[in-house]
């Protein structure tokens, strides 16, 4: 099990990050889009990361043939095959939720699987409401767990489901579904979630609309009549990356980072609006918007107050690990709150986090559905990642100020194989067994 030591930062910095990681959730989709067209789809500055490369393996075992490089072309097969062996989605709840919806309108037989970790993760969220329209798909623990059988059809039926939660993965699932049904179906969310899946099906020529209605977000979603226009596409850099080096700045007063070419959808830079709440400077220069707006965000450190985040929970839950390292340095006390939803990623984030924000010194109060951080000072530790990449990341960049040793840092490949080799850009940090 490998482990990173990580040296404090003595003094500020300023410097500008043109190398962030390409946008998981959007090279997930792009990948998978492609598919529901007929004509080849170019996707430039695609994540080549553990996970997304899952998902490129399956789009292969699918059926479409794919020429990598600097420029990924995949041409889509007239039909999709039945794959004669697992579909391995790695580490990826997004991978595995959103095939799960894509694959049950698809004649076939498909078996989806994955890491350790993905195959504790809960999958009734998306294969209880799948099954309700049709859809075949069975699991462990009738159906909630990996690996998952999906047995496709072609009959799926129109529906109109009401989320309990606003979830990403859960809509995405569902209007994947929505596109092969008998008629036109209609999806609401409490909230408005990331909104990826609208967008760039749209951008390929899909008759889907949203709005809000009586305080809900609702998305209405038309059968397809042929097949979608091809994806032409330069992915963006993740802002959920892009955030572990914006806490880096706004933890050491004085320092400044300049991000590039991020995309600047509104429900992912919920986590940098918070940042400048707390007192870090924050701008933001958009240079483009064709399927996502894209642009630059400066972040510079400023001394931090203490804030509550309760609303708009899933446009920042990823973010919020990193965010409790700005909570455990600011004056006062912040809260998270409604973010139950933690408990369900790649570990117990809430547990993770409580846990080793204690092993630092810090003082915490765990809740249900979020936590109570009391700033103070951050002392060394040795971290438990939990086989969690945005943990480890998260107290990666703790080290800043107090040095620290994370455990199990495999992971981190999972969604930003370049996460090491910029920090070293900041501060010493060694790797080792």
């Known amino acids: 099990m490998s482990r990173l030591k990580i040296a404090p930062k003595k003094d500020s910095f300023n410097i500008e990050i043109a190398e962030i990681a390409p946008d998981k959730s959007i090279s997930h989709r792009a990948a998978m889009f492609s598919l529901l067209s007929d ?4 996707i430039r500055n695609f994540l080549k990361a553990e996970d997304t490369l899952n998902t ?7 059926g479409a043939k794919v020429e990598e490089g600097d420029v990924i072309k995949i041409e889509p097969p007239k039909n999709i095959v039945e794959p004669d062996d697992v579909l391995d989605c790695g580490n990826s709840g997004t991978g595995m939720r959103l095939y799960c919806g894509f694959l049950a309108g698809v004649e076939g037989f498909f078996v989806l699987s994955g890491d350790k970790y993905l195959r504790n993760r809960p999958m009734a969220r998306v294969a209880k409401p799948l099954r309700s329209i049709g859809a075949k798909i069975d699991g462990r623990e009738e159906g909630n767990k990996a690996p998952l059988a999906i047995r496709g059809n072609t009959y799926l039926e129109s529906f109109f489901y009401e989320s309990p939660i606003a979830s990403a993965q859960v809509k995405s699932a569902l209007i994947l579904a929505g596109l092969r049904a008998k008629e036109a179906s209609s999806y609401s969310e409490p909230e408005l979630s990331r909104d990826h899946t609208e967008r760039m099906l749209r951008g390929m020529g899909a008759n889907i609309k949203s709005e809000y209605r009586h305080g809900k977000y609702f998305v209405e979603i038309e059968p397809l009549k042929a097949p ?3 994806l032409d596409i330069t992915i963006p850099s993740d802002p959920s990356s892009a955030f572990f080096f914006a806490v880096a700045a706004a933890i050491m007063p004085g320092s400044c980072v300049l991000l590039k070419n991020i995309t600047l959808n509104p429900t992912r830079i919920e986590a940098f609006k918070v940042l400048q709440k707390m007192g870090a400077k924050v701008e933001y220069m958009q240079k483009e918007n064709i399927y996502e ?3 630059d965000i400066r972040v510079c450190g400023e001394k931090l107050q203490g804030v509550e985040v309760s609303e708009h929970i899933s446009w920042l839950i990823d973010e919020l690990p990193a965010l409790a390292i700005a909570m455990a340095v600011a004056e ?4 998270v709150k409604n973010a139950k939803e933690l408990r369900v990623k790649e570990s117990d984030r809430i547990k993770s986090v409580v846990e080793n924000l204690r092993k630092c010194g810090i003082s915490v109060e765990e809740y249900e559905d979020g936590y109570e951080i009391r700033g103070g000072k951050l002392q060394k530790a040795v971290i438990d990642s939990y086989g969690d990449h945005r943990i480890a990341m998260s107290f990666a960049i703790a080290g800043l100020l107090a040095g620290m040793e994370i455990e199990d840092i495999e992971c981190i490949a999972t969604s930003f ?5 910029l920090l070293q850009k900041i501060t010493e940090v060694e790797r080792g067994d």
């Open 293 to 295: 707006p894209i642009g």
């Open 228 to 230: 979608l226009e091809p």
């Open 56 to 62: 490129l393996q399956i789009v292969k075992k699918l």
């Open 417 to 421: 194989p370049n996460f090491v080799e």
């Open 332 to 335: 006062g006390v912040s809260r």
């Open 39 to 42: 004509k080849p789809s170019k």
